[in-house]
């Protein structure tokens, strides 16, 4: 698989991951179950598919990588313009840690000290294209995922797992699907985190035994579902990956099943299971994706001027954004949000009759 191809096809995993799980974020697997939503696919509106934060950060972050030609130093501070224009555009659904560290910046913080101590979800779902743009340099690997990280997130927790979702992309771009031997040493990679050793040593107990995903879940404690702690989010998109490596959408829906915080459990799994095979991801899950200003071939555009810039060409700028355009775009957003925060307070019967 080529550079480009990679880099498109963490774009195509982060899109679909984010859209199918986007209408039932917060949703329990028995609820899922109950709405016969498990045969996933687009129905955020008109059974069309949108975009949430987690796409539109994977997009930022590789714009910003872009114009950086590479300088970590200007690629924070790229991504932190980006962050603040971002909020600007008010946007719905927007994590507590990561709008608390964004007005920071809005009030002259610098990027690297912007963050806020959390655990959260955030630096998670943008994190596999720089392990696949990085395949080839772990120094820069490391530096960039870390500027990204600690950008929004200081808990170190935040940078074991991230750092776990770059490495593991970055070995399954250079050699495929990685032994329980070579897994474990991706995933320790010399930290002294006890919890995330513990929760290591579990996810490669589990795989050597063959348990379901489900049975990771329940020893996760994540019986309501996948929630936005970072040390159930990144081990559950790991453990789906490595279990059905090679099948794409056994692999995103055996994660959406779970419930939870499944629009960025999606994201992160997507972004990696797209890589594991060159199978073409679902159509009606694509085409079915309607976003704008940054449309599904704007992505596309972005993964090859990325390319192009990996391999020492000189690249174009990505198109620029209209001011009016990302609050007019979040605003729908928003109407179709609480739209569906009112219908979530319907009986089942009636919720699945209008969403469905």
């Not at 774009?11 to 991951?17: A, K, Q, S």
């Not at 016969?36 to 975009?51: D, E, H, P, V, Y």
């Not at 060409?313 to 954004?321: A, H, L, N, R, T």
């Amino acid at each position: 698989m080529d550079i480009e191809t990679a880099i498109h096809r963490v774009f195509l995993g982060t899109m679909v991951g984010d859209s199918l799980g986007l209408p039932a974020e917060g949703i329990s697997a028995k609820r899922i179950s109950n709405l016969g939503w498990s045969n996933w696919k687009q129905r955020f509106i008109f059974g069309k598919g949108m975009l949430s934060d987690d796409s539109e950060h994977t997009y930022m972050l590789a714009e910003s990588l872009l114009q950086s030609s590479e300088d970590s130093t200007l690629f924070i501070n790229l991504f932190a313009r980006k962050l603040r224009w971002w909020l600007f555009g008010c946007p719905a659904g927007i994590g507590y840690a990561t709008l608390k560290s964004i007005i920071k910046l809005c009030f002259g913080y610098k990027p690297q000290n912007s963050g806020v101590f959390s655990a959260g979800n955030g630096p998670a779902m943008r994190a596999t294209v720089l392990g696949i743009y990085f395949h080839d340099n772990e120094f820069k690997r490391r530096d960039f995922n870390e500027k990204s990280t600690i950008i929004t997130h200081t808990d170190s927790k935040c940078l074991v797992a991230t750092t776990a979702i770059t490495e593991l992309a970055a070995y399954i771009y250079n050699n495929g699907k990685p032994s329980l031997t070579d897994l474990k040493k991706l995933l320790q990679f010399k930290n002294t985190d006890k919890e995330w050793s513990k929760i290591v040593t579990k996810l490669i107990d589990n795989l050597k035994a063959d348990k379901s995903l489900e049975h990771f879940a329940e020893e996760l404690e994540c019986r309501n579902g996948v929630s936005g702690y970072i040390y159930q989010t990144v081990p559950i998109a790991l453990y789906a990956v490595i279990r059905h490596y090679g099948e794409f959408e056994k692999t995103l829906t055996s994660v959406l099943n779970l419930g939870g915080d499944t629009d960025t459990a999606g994201a992160i799994t997507g972004a990696l299971s797209a890589l594991t095979t060159s199978e073409q991801i679902n159509k009606e899950w694509l085409n079915s994706i309607i976003e704008w200003p940054r449309t599904p071939q704007k992505y596309g555009e972005l993964a090859c001027s990325l390319a192009k810039l990996k391999q020492g060409y000189e690249v174009k700028q990505p198109f620029q954004i209209t001011k009016l355009a990302l609050p007019l775009r979040n605003l729908i957003f928003l109407l179709i949000v609480l739209f569906h925060c009112i219908l979530r307070l319907l009986p089942n019967c009636l919720f699945k009759r209008v969403i469905s």
